[in-house]
């Protein structure tokens, strides 16, 4: 892939960040140059680089993981992944043939015999393994995240991490639980589960789904999104660092050809996936009238609604959190905020200071707030309906920061005089863009957050918990959270309903996916 040095982004303006002065080693290491420090106040924030090196070695080319090994492809076809900050290519890796995917199938259905019959508590022990293998490797593994996912170290390294690892100790401790999980005495489990994973959350999606297919028994295809293979190629060392039988786990790459084959597998017995709602369409249409299980996670459009009783500014930081983290790519994000009418301009004055904050820059900085888009085409969506946000009317304001050079960024964004009838309002953007509507009344937020087509999540900003289980139990959304915003816990259900998908991750619920009940 040939880079391309852009001299403008998107929503940039130019030379209006306070000077620093960036380390020349530290900038060829990284493949750019650092933005320069930002001013908060009185204090400017120097480069905080964390070092690229502690990715460890990244191959110039990968194979698929399976029945235990890497192994070539059976087809020519290579892709590349390349860092969303700098426009460099990382490595190459194989284009999954039909042929790759029957041979990655034919190892789980080999393995789930002997797998399926160990006792829950051995199981367990593999998990456990797992689990505190991405512990003593998480310096390693969050950095690869970053590097890969262009999203901000701190990020990876606090949230996600940590959330990979728990996701697999809280599922080793139901493996010898199963027959009290609420389906009865010996819950069988599916047998081969084919799983279809996101670049958004890599690693965290591969444990929501990995870890509850192996504490029930299943064995496991996963199948990483194309611009993000790296860590979950990763992950499948640590498979064997941990001793897993061969064919347990396996792991083929490749694009939506070779997720689309995995899928339609006849071998197949579950499919999980989480994406985008028409890919989720395509594969129910895919597997609809066979006897394969599914659940899809699928988009969101969710509100964050706030009251003129919330403490503002909490709830401003729950506003950043829920739209700005992860540079907006997620499908739980708060991209419509509610806000009642009396509070509207006290809450915006103060919300757009915060922003002013925001620090946007090189992802592996310790200080970034919001990092790089992952990819070109995802960035050419942002822009596209930012764009139209304003051909329809609504008031665009990011706040004044300069972009680097190289790579794919996006500024905060927040429209104003925004109607339901605006596409910023009703699509999903997956991006830093922030929809501002309000209302009067509790009846009419209500109204306003259920009118999208998704269902997957919810805030509620009120210090009256009466309001809180009202409008809750209205609010047609898979997660409410009140006075808070993305907050996870592996011992939680998660998933949405109407175009939001169907079936729950997470919790014991996320067991039920995964066994024949």
Known sequence: MSKTKKTEKPGATPGTANPATAN????????????PARRSGLFAYAPAPESPAAAGEIATGYGHFIGG??????????????NPATEQVLAEFAQGTPEDVDRAVAAARKAFADWSALPGSERAKYLFRIARIIQERSRELAVLET??????????RDVDLPLVAAHFFYYAGWADKLDHAGWGRNPRPLGVAAQVIPWNFPLLM???????ALATGNTVVLKPAETTPLTALRFAEICRQAGLPKGVVNIVTGDGRTGAALTAHEGVD???FTGSTPVGRAIAKQ??????KLSLELGGKAANIVFDDAPLDQAVEGIVDGIFFNQGHVCCAGSRLLVQESVQDELLDALKRRMGTLRVGDPLDKNTDVGAINSAEQL??????AAAGEQEGAERWAPECELPGAGYWFRPTLFTGVSQAHRIAREEVFGPVLSVLTFRTPAEAVEKANNTPYGLSAGIWTEKGSRILWMANRLRAGVVWANTFNKFDPTSPFGGYKESGYGREGGRHGLEAYLDV
Request: proline letters at 7%; hydrophobic letters at 40%.
């Open 206 to 212: 591969l444990a929501w789904k990995v870890a509850p």
């Open 147 to 156: 590097i890969d996912n262009g999203k901000p170290i701190r990020e990876t």
């Open 270 to 272: 579950k499919v999980a």
């Open 287 to 292: 597997v609809a009238g066979t006897r394969k």
């Open 24 to 35: 020349p080693a530290t900038a060829a290491a990284t493949g750019t140059e650092r933005p």
């Open 380 to 385: 050419a969506r942002i822009t596209e309906l």
């Open 69 to 82: 090994e890497f192994v070539d492809s059976s087809g020519s076809e290579a892709l590349k992944t390349v």
